[in-house]
């Protein structure tokens, strides 16, 4: 029998083993480890206090954090899970991201509370609206999970909105708002996992002002936030289960018997302690969004001074994020289109509304940060 | 051993012309992706560079990488690579056993008689399988180089990166590359028996139908799907990186052992000559 078919072939396993071991041997590309941010003004200390962090892969099981400092970047190992985007910082408490990987997260003093509301319920009539608590008590280290299915909810009501879990006088209180405006309110008992239903109410009916309004649900820690018809906010208080509205007093040229009111399109709306923040866009004339801050206990109206990177964004599209940190607003720009891709950075002083850093970072390819498989790089944000 | 070496010298034969199939076809598509997604990129490049030299480009941005291509083809050279591997599995697995009874010489009858354990021609095709899957990880690196040429032939000079793998191997993902090539050796000895598996439970399947026709061939397709339904839902299950390590190794190494003694079991006792 000729053996050259077999004598090739064991050659050819051969030389792809070795090339498997050798190719397995390759460990990452030497990582540029450039992590320094470029201050384009205001004082560069400020990054200590925000821990600006990103995942990167430098080896094909290694991960590590690396968080910006004033100075360039501290890189610490972790471990990764890659299906789900999470780092060794969740998967510490990885019980509360079990079947919830993306879940939002309300932590006290003696809890982690995760909650998910299964919103694949408004688009498949079999199931039943349903929402999963996980509560990481951090005295004894137990994780108990809730899943809750809502039989006060007929299955043809439907719930497009975020839910909120906030904390007010020492009690949890899980809300939700259904698309016929019902505003849902259920206490929570992170220890024996019950959700009962406290509050029940028609917006529609209980903000006679909007009678044909459509409503948006916000929350801050403590308050739920309505906001009715462009910049008509209301403050519930679960607790007291009270609809108060907050005035805004807009400056002279944004009056708001002004015909031109909706000059200003605010497109989203943020509550933090007592601060509101719009983001308005010109509708599609203005390259990024200009925020507004509103002091809710004064109602004091102020625009936030433009980054002077502003300019530098238009037609680019940048990705945009924004987070509060203690007293800091941090508004982050994530510019895939620019050569190297560019992150800017814009703090303000919620106190003073003032702008007090702004800076740059360049997000080379070949600095081991992850992608998402469409090439696009994920920045340093806050976690 | 002679008997092992010589029955693998008649499936190696016998496989061959399906492998330079399947290679050709892999390595036809894999450049065409290749090709796209270098021009794709070269546009971007040059729109980039406009006022910089390639040299400033490298230096501010980094050399341009394999990965940045496959990226930009949304991934369709690793659905391509996974792609193959099943499909040379099964159909490697499928052909080497019929092959053996509706072939003219009905060569089976000739198998079964010579001395010796039975479960030697399994053993052979196996390892004749195996090797292919070998051959196969070469061919994904051979077809890596090749898109980095591509890539170098289509991009401006001295834009590519100078290290051709480091990028693509360094930077894979279990659901990326590493879904059908080995990332560490702990990996490619647990893909050895995932391919024990495919092959040892259609070779269930094949006995089965060789014994009981009907039945058999209905029961062995129930085990098949069995298997892959319990592949499938623990692919499934919502577990975190380490805590699948386990349970694919328990699924790999349970369903390795419980086919290949359905397949042993039945090749000694039932499969009539």
């Given at each position: 029998?000729?053996?050259?078919?077999?004598?090739?072939f064991r050659i050819s396993c051969f030389l792809s083993i070795i090339s498997v071991f050798f190719a397995n041997l390759t460990q990452a590309v030497?990582?540029?480890?450039?992590?320094?941010?470029?201050?384009?003004?205001?004082?560069?200390?400020?990054?200590?206090?925000?821990?600006?962090?990103?995942?990167?892969q430098n080896g094909r099981n290694d991960y590590?954090?690396?968080?910006?400092?004033?100075?360039?970047?501290?890189?610490?190992?972790?471990i990764y899970d890659d299906d789900?985007?999470?780092?060794?910082?969740?998967?510490?408490?990885?019980?509360?991201?079990?079947?919830?990987?993306?879940?939002?997260?309300?932590?006290?003093?003696?809890?982690?509370?995760?909650?998910?509301?299964?919103?694949?319920?408004?688009?498949?009539?079999?199931?039943?609206?349903?929402?999963?608590?996980?509560?990481?008590?951090?005295?004894?280290?137990?994780?108990?999970?809730?899943?809750?299915?809502?039989?006060?909810?007929?299955?043809?009501?439907?719930?497009?909105?975020?839910?909120?879990?906030?904390?007010?006088?020492?009690?949890?209180?899980?809300?939700?708002?259904?698309?016929?405006?019902?505003?849902?309110?259920?206490?929570?008992?992170?220890?024996?996992?019950?959700?009962?239903?406290?509050?029940?109410?028609?917006?529609?009916?209980?903000?006679?002002?909007?009678?044909?309004?459509?409503?948006?649900?916000?929350?801050?820690?403590?308050?739920?936030?309505?906001?009715?018809?462009?910049?008509?906010?209301?403050?519930?208080?679960?607790?007291?289960?009270?609809?108060?509205?907050?005035?805004?007093?807009?400056?002279?040229?944004?009056?708001?018997?002004?015909?031109?009111?909706?000059?200003?399109?605010?497109?989203?709306?943020?509550?933090?302690?007592?601060?509101?923040?719009?983001?308005?866009?010109?509708?599609?004339?203005?390259?990024?969004?200009?925020?507004?801050?509103?002091?809710?206990?004064?109602?004091?109206?102020?625009?936030?001074?433009?980054?002077?990177?502003?300019?530098?964004?238009?037609?680019?599209?940048?990705?945009?994020?924004?987070?509060?940190?203690?007293?800091?607003?941090?508004?982050?720009?994530?510019?895939?289109?620019?050569?190297?891709?560019?992150?800017?950075?814009?703090?303000?002083?919620?106190?003073?509304?003032?702008?007090?850093?702004?800076?740059?970072?360049?997000?080379?390819?070949?600095?081991?940060?992850?992608?998402?498989?469409?090439?696009?790089?994920?920045?340093?944000?806050?976690? | 051993?002679?008997?092992?070496?010589?029955?693998?010298?008649?499936?190696?034969?016998?496989l061959?012309?399906?492998l330079?199939?399947i290679f050709?076809?892999m390595t036809?598509?894999s450049?065409?992706?290749?090709?796209?997604?270098?021009?794709?990129?070269?546009?971007?490049?040059?729109?980039?560079?406009?006022?910089?030299?390639?040299?400033?480009?490298?230096?501010?941005?980094?050399?341009?990488t394999i990965l940045?291509?496959i990226?930009?083809?949304?991934n369709?050279l690793f659905l391509l690579f996974g792609f193959i591997a099943f499909v040379l599995v099964v159909?490697s697995s499928?052909?080497?056993?019929?092959?053996?009874?509706?072939?003219?010489?009905?060569?089976?009858?000739?198998?079964?008689?010579?001395?010796?354990?039975?479960?030697?021609?399994?053993?052979?095709?196996l390892l004749t399988v195996i090797g292919a899957t070998f051959i196969f990880y070469g061919m994904i690196l051979i077809n890596l180089l090749i898109g980095w040429?591509?890539?170098?032939?289509?991009?401006?000079?001295?834009?590519?990166?100078?290290d051709p793998l480091g990028s693509v191997i360094s930077q894979a993902t279990k659901g990326g590359l590493g879904f059908s090539f080995p990332l560490s050796f702990i990996d490619f000895i647990y893909k050895i028996f995932l391919v024990t598996v495919a092959f040892s439970g259609?070779?269930?399947?094949?006995?089965?139908?060789?014994?009981?026709?009907?039945?058999?061939?209905?029961?062995?397709?129930?085990?098949?799907?069995?298997?892959?339904?319990?592949y499938?839902?623990t692919q499934?299950?919502?577990l975190?990186f380490d805590e699948r390590a386990l349970i694919d190794w328990g699924f790999a190494l349970g369903a390795s052992a419980?086919?290949?003694?359905?397949?042993?079991?039945?090749?000694?006792?039932?499969?009539?000559?």
């Open positions: 029998m000729k053996l050259k078919y077999g004598i090739s030497e990582l540029n480890q450039d992590f320094n941010i470029e201050t384009l003004s205001g004082d560069v200390r400020i990054i200590d206090e925000l821990g600006l962090s990103a995942v990167i590590s954090i690396v968080t910006l400092t004033a100075t360039g970047a501290k890189i610490e190992p972790t789900y985007g999470l780092d060794g910082r969740q998967l510490e408490h990885r019980e509360l991201y079990r079947h919830a990987p993306w879940a939002s997260v309300l932590e006290t003093e003696d809890y982690m509370i995760s909650y998910e509301f299964d919103h694949t319920y408004n688009w498949n009539s079999r199931f039943d609206p349903s929402t999963r608590i996980a509560v990481l008590n951090k005295n004894s280290g137990d994780t108990q999970v809730l899943n809750h299915t809502f039989t006060d909810i007929p299955r043809y009501i439907e719930i497009y909105w975020d839910t909120y879990l906030v904390k007010k006088e020492e009690t949890f209180y899980y809300v939700l708002m259904t698309n016929t405006f019902d505003l849902l309110v259920y206490t929570f008992n992170p220890e024996t996992l019950t959700l009962n239903l406290d509050y029940r109410n028609s917006l529609s009916d209980s903000i006679s002002a909007h009678p044909n309004s459509w409503f948006d649900l916000h929350a801050s820690e403590e308050f739920i936030y309505i906001r009715s018809e462009g910049i008509e906010i209301y403050e519930f208080n679960p607790a007291t289960q009270s609809i108060e509205p907050i005035t805004i007093k807009l400056s002279e040229d944004k009056s708001i018997a002004d015909d031109n009111m909706f000059a200003i399109n605010f497109g989203s709306t943020w509550f933090y302690e007592d601060q509101i923040i719009f983001e308005g866009q010109d509708q599609y004339y203005e390259p990024t969004g200009i925020y507004h801050i509103v002091n809710r206990d004064s109602g004091n109206f102020s625009e936030l001074e433009q980054p002077s990177f502003a300019k530098l964004l238009e037609d680019e599209w940048p990705i945009e994020n924004h987070t509060v940190l203690g007293n800091h607003f941090v508004l982050n720009y994530q510019v895939t289109s620019m050569t190297p891709e560019t992150q800017f950075i814009a703090v303000y002083d919620l106190e003073t509304h003032e702008l007090i850093y702004e800076g740059s970072l360049k997000l080379r390819k070949d600095q081991g940060l992850l992608t998402n498989g469409w090439g696009t790089i994920n920045g340093f944000s806050v976690k | 051993m002679l008997k092992l070496l010589t029955l693998m010298e008649i499936e190696i034969k016998k061959l012309p399906v330079i199939i050709s076809f036809v598509v450049s065409a992706v290749f090709y796209r997604a270098s021009h794709t990129l070269n546009m971007k490049v040059m729109k980039n560079l406009a006022g910089n030299s390639v040299a400033e480009y490298v230096a501010e941005t980094g050399g341009v940045q291509a990226n930009l083809s949304y369709n159909i499928f052909y080497l056993w019929y092959k053996e009874w509706f072939g003219q010489s009905k060569r089976i009858y000739l198998l079964f008689s010579l001395r010796g354990s039975r479960f030697t021609i399994l053993l052979a095709k040429v591509i890539l170098t032939f289509v991009l401006p000079d001295g834009i590519m990166a100078t259609i070779s269930v399947w094949v006995f089965s139908d060789r014994s009981k026709k009907i039945w058999g061939f209905i029961l062995g397709g129930a085990y098949c799907i069995a298997l892959a339904s319990i499938i839902g499934s299950m919502f975190f419980l086919s290949l003694i359905i397949s042993y079991a039945l090749l000694n006792k039932t499969v009539s000559i």
